[in-house]
């Protein structure tokens, strides 16, 4: 498909480019007037799943034809299905095994941070554990790391990343961690196309190589007979010696590493290739006037200079930000509306649309505000199952287990729509949660005990006593220690959770009918499924 090269293959598409329908025309273009089976023989390396569903249904609109093979950059295991290597530790019990260790940590210095940041900091670590692993670093890297006057500091914090190494480094492990393993696999697929090249063309597209593995596999895949890679967002309107300067170990402390286009440098330089050596992959650049505009406002900084000596000859701006809208929202509630509103007017028009941010809390109000039109926007990063209806009931269930109860928790439970989900007579339950809201108000009890519990039902018919007895054995229940470990802890809630969604009747109520409920249902069989790592609490 491709022809032979002295060079790395490398292609870009430029930023606005639709880069699913221009990598499906032009590898269209490029097998036309071949054999059937010429597509088919091609193995396209994509770096998300949504990308891969969406370049199936491009080639799934065609006439009928043979399909290449979509798979993921990531899922190195399909490349090298012969490697012989140790399978991956479970995420799950990875964080369980090294919350444990942070835990420990923090009943014996209790000065680095309080026992509540105990999940943040696991996240952290994890997060430093992958970064270091997938870019070959070992454990002792930390230690020759330039402190400058943070030597106290430092110290603290070393205690803290002691974790890393004694986890990494522990003996008679079974399992290898996601991005070891991974690292293992691209060193093994390197090694076998060194020696035997794959003479079928294989592509990766869409990734910036933003993770050491990652760049990796795409360096080994352009210097295939039959290998290319297609960078997107590719700015051709960079000059080159701008671009080239992004790399420059002099310009390393003025924050080019943060430039857009800096991996791409990265990537390029360690190919040896320029960036005019990077041909458009297919089609022509309909936002040229755009992009000029765009590269020459995200020039790195030592060279913002440029603006002066190159904004006038752009001339006339009208027609490259034509389409553009700058809205300044006076707070956040007029910002997501006004994304929401730009959302609706889109579908209103037949058009596709998108809200590309980071900011997830933004994502969720523009989501909520769509709703009053009954539009429900396909997330790309899914929504948090702490998010859904039963993982905020779980979590409201969560803060009563094994601890004084709250007036102010306890009520918040008992109106969570899944509480006593059970039962037909839904509407005596709320009545019955206000009045014991106004009577605790009155009360003005800090702690809710069963005896006061007992004490309100006093004050009912013969019929809603009944309630009142229900609730104050739950009660005591839910507030009493889970156990020793956490198998057991997770059991003591579960249960205390199925009790109240019930209340009272068999089952656990509506807490797992719905899908986010089955999606809850799956964590807790994976938590179950290791819930002896953490050990004793």
Not at 415 to 422: D, E, M
Request: hydrophobic fraction near 40%.
């Amino acid at each position: 498909m491709f022809e032979h090269s002295e060079n790395p293959r490398v292609y870009g598409l430029p930023p606005g480019a639709d880069f699913p329908a221009r990598l499906v025309d032009g590898l269209l273009g490029r097998t036309s007037g071949t054999q059937p089976e010429a597509l088919a023989r091609v193995t396209i390396l994509v770096n998300t799943r949504r990308m891969q569903r969406r370049i199936k249904y491009l080639f799934s609109i065609g006439k009928p034809r043979l399909l290449p093979r979509i798979g993921l950059v990531t899922d190195l295991d399909a490349l090298v299905p012969d490697a012989d290597l140790p399978p991956s530790l479970p995420q799950l019990r990875r964080k369980l095994e090294i919350s444990a260790l942070v835990g420990k940590l923090l009943e014996a210095e209790p000065e680095i941070a309080p026992r509540s940041a105990v999940v943040a900091l696991t996240e952290s670590l994890l997060a430093l554990i992958d970064e270091m692993q997938g870019e070959g670093l070992a454990p002792e890297a930390l230690l020759d790391l330039d402190t400058g006057d943070l030597t106290g500091h430092w110290e603290r914090s070393l205690k803290f990343l002691s974790i890393v190494r004694s986890y990494t480094t522990a003996a008679g492990r079974e399992f290898l961690d996601p991005e070891a393993r991974r690292l293992c696999a691209a060193e093994l697929l390197q090694d076998s196309w060194d020696t035997r090249p794959p003479q079928d063309p294989i592509i990766v597209a869409g990734s910036t190589g933003s993770r050491g593995i990652t760049a990796q596999v795409m360096r080994a895949v352009a210097r295939l007979p039959q290998g290319a890679v297609i960078l997107p967002g590719f700015d051709f309107e960079m000059p080159e010696p701008v671009f080239l300067s992004l790399t420059d170990q002099a310009n390393a402390s003025k924050g080019v590493e943060d430039h857009p286009q800096y991996r791409f440098a990265k990537f390029l330089t360690a190919l040896e290739l320029s960036p005019k050596q990077v041909p458009c992959w297919h089609g022509v650049d309909n936002r040229k006037s755009r992009n000029q505009l765009i590269s020459l406002s995200l020039r790195p900084a030592p060279v913002t200079g440029q603006w002066l000596s190159e904004g006038p000859k752009l001339g006339d701006l009208s027609e490259r930000t034509s389409g553009l809208t700058l809205v300044e929202a006076p707070d956040p509630k007029s910002e997501s509306i006004a994304i929401a509103v730009a959302l609706r007017k889109a579908i209103d028009l037949n058009q596709t649309a998108a809200l590309i941010t980071p900011d997830r809390t933004l994502g969720r109000r523009v989501a909520a505000a769509l709703k009053r039109w009954d539009v429900v926007p396909d997330d790309s990063a899914g929504r948090p199952l702490a998010l859904t209806a039963p993982g905020r009931f779980l979590r409201l269930v969560a803060n009563l287990v094994g601890k004084p109860t709250d007036p102010i928790d306890l009520i918040a439970a008992l109106k969570h729509p899944l509480a006593v989900s059970g039962q037909n007579d839904r509407g005596s339950h709320l009545r019955l949660t206000r009045e014991l809201e106004l009577y605790l108000r009155k009360s003005g009890n800090v702690t809710v005990l069963p005896e006061i519990i007992a004490s309100f039902s006093k004050t009912r018919s013969e019929g809603e006593t009944a309630w009142g007895v229900w609730l104050a054995s739950w009660l005591k229940t839910v507030a009493s220690a889970g156990g020793s470990t956490f198998r057991a802890h997770l059991a003591h809630h579960i249960d205390a959770s199925e009790a109240l969604a019930s209340g009272g009747t068999d089952g656990a109520g509506k807490l797992w009918e719905q899908s986010a409920g089955r999606d809850v249902l799956k964590l807790i069989a994976q938590f179950q499924a290791e819930a002896d790592y953490p050990g004793p609490l």
